[in-house]
């Protein structure tokens, strides 16, 4: 397993933009595939997006398609969703998972197929 630790959160008016960063320990670092996941207050953990290891293929949800683009930095260990045009309803704790994966696209999307997560990071659009 890698360690995860989250960065880049905080307060962002709608409209703006913020870039989270997940730094990960190990040198296996471009073996995982990786996901970030949200979980606003009330609600289910929901996955976000995901970029596989190799960064060859990436995956949004539907409600951060065209406003959310991750990428990722093998040599740093570190994945970086950038997210855009910021909504309320954005609101929510980002959490950063990873998986080990042998395929080099291939991008897990349920919770229980990463076995590492961070720590979650807080993030608030005001209207």
């Known amino acids: 397993q890698v360690q995860l630790v989250e960065s880049g959160g905080g307060l962002v008016q709608a409209g703006g933009s913020l870039r989270l960063s997940c730094a990960a320990s190990?040198?296996?670092?471009?073996?995982?595939?990786m996901g970030w996941f949200r979980q606003a207050p009330g609600k289910e953990r929901e996955f976000v997006t995901g970029?596989?290891?190799?960064?060859?293929?990436?995956y949004y949800a539907d409600s951060v398609k065209g406003r959310f683009t991750i990428s990722r930095d093998n040599t740093k260990n570190t994945v970086y969703p950038q997210m855009n045009s910021l909504k309320p309803e954005d609101t929510a704790v980002y959490y950063c998972?990873?998986?080990?994966?042998?395929?080099?696209?291939?991008?897990?999307?349920?919770?229980?197929?990463?076995?590492?997560w961070g720590q979650g990071t807080q993030v608030t659009v005001s209207s």
């Open positions: 998972a990873a998986q080990r994966v042998y395929s080099p696209t291939y991008i897990p999307r349920a919770q229980a197929d990463f076995q590492s």
């Open positions: 190990g040198r296996t670092f471009s073996s995982y595939a």
């Open positions: 970029i596989s290891r190799s960064a060859g293929s990436t």
